[in-house]
């Protein structure tokens, strides 16, 4: 089948009539000519009564007059035409946000006969690009005014945005971040380890701080380290996935416990040093004179001198108990191989003054510099041994100290009845031992052994973080 040009012409009008698109023919005075039904349908207007109308003054608010008619002034002596976004004024005398182009018409000797607009209603659409943009505003106005650093993370482990306390926390400017690695942020062996436990994380979905959260020790952009409370969250997206880590700043707190703990090890050391030099002496001064009586009674084979005998050995036995309760009290730590030392006498005392079994294993050497560190670890590993012979009634206590991939590891093993339910799990002495691994930026873990009893392990970096002073 053929058209004719006359079918030619009514089809395509058709089709411009029934189109989505906004279609205006103006003449060279920008009267109106002819509108699509898209436009009669949006203005709720007919053409029949707007012919030679003018265009702006009939369709445009008054406000935008002046800007439509220099864009149609600026698209006449263009070839490409120009485009604009403009208000359209509706019968009712609402508007709508269209994104106009306007394009000249010429006739076959290149003489302007009129001008050709193509308009689309981006109302809509503008509304969702206005509230997109206030909700960013919104959410970027709450990172800015978070205390807690927010740091975002693509799947590879690269920084896409921080806010501001990111930047004061770890003393990186923003540029100096984004598109880096996270593991900047980490001191080592961490930083080394980071790519493994991603790569771990996408192959076999274990997670490890993933929507858990820990607390670790992060380090800034002086080398410093320092405990932090890390919370992790992951969004799954079409093509891929990202992270989000808020990460607090536990520097303060952490000083503040220490500045307690520290006043209780002052206090603890000073009841030591009262028992070492007042309890001790007088039982010493008590034994003495008694073997002085005993001796006498003896040479007069008076009967009594076997009960004064008895009386000394108790009086000796008392006063090497004290002298060991004081060195317990007491700091233990004078130089960076004083936990080790610490930790053998631990070990002899405890076989024997309660007739147990207890090695310790440290080899090769493991020298700890931090004051701090070594006496929380002695601390953790007398609390662990007490617990061992109270309550898990052992008779092989296994005390060992590690030192690999820049961890400490120290691990408190018995052959005891281990834990019996889960309120003795929760009981002050786990939970003293906890806040004391939290303090060095250690983890603690207590657990049945799978040889039976109990298994403490307590694990802290070997590089102590950064101590603020309050």
Known sequence: MHLTGSDTASLLNDLLDTANVLVVELDC??????????????????????LGEDWVDKFVPPGEHETVRQCIDRAVGKPAGANQKSSLLLSDGTSREVDWFYKPIHDSGNHRVGMVCLGHDVTEAARIREALRASEDR??????????????????????????????IFGYTREEMIGRNVSMLMPEPYRSHHGEYMSAYKTTGLRKIIGIGREVIAQRKDGRVFPIDLSVGEVKLPNGRIFTGIMRD?????????????????????????IHDDLCQQLAAIGCLSKVVYQRLTANNNPEAVQLAEITRLITRANTRAREMSRGLMPVVLDSAGLMAALADLARSTERIFRVSCPFHCDPPVEVADNTTATQLYRIAQEAVANAIKHSLASRIEVSLELHDG???????????????????????????????????????????SFGGTIVQCIVPSIAPSRPHL
């Not at 920008?30 to 707007?50: D, H, I, M, P, Q």
């Open 139 to 168: 959410a970027q106005g709450v990172l800015a005014t978070a205390v807690n650093a927010i740091v975002t993370i693509s799947d590879q482990g690269l920084i896409e945005t921080v806010n501001e306390a990111t930047e004061r």
């Open 250 to 274: 536990l520097s303060e707190r952490r000083a503040l416990e220490e500045k307690i703990l520290s006043i209780s090890e002052e206090e603890q050391s000073r009841i030591g040093r009262d």
């Open 29 to 50: 005075a920008g009267k109106v000519v002819w509108f699509n039904g898209a436009v009669s349908r949006l203005c709720n207007t007919e053409l029949a009564g707007l």
């Open 407 to 449: 961890l400490i590891e120290m691990i408190i093993r018995d052959n005891g009845i281990g834990i019996q339910n889960e309120k003795q799990g929760q009981g002050m002495g786990l939970l003293t031992m906890s806040h004391r691994a939290r303090m060095i930026s250690g983890s603690l873990t207590v657990d049945h052994d």
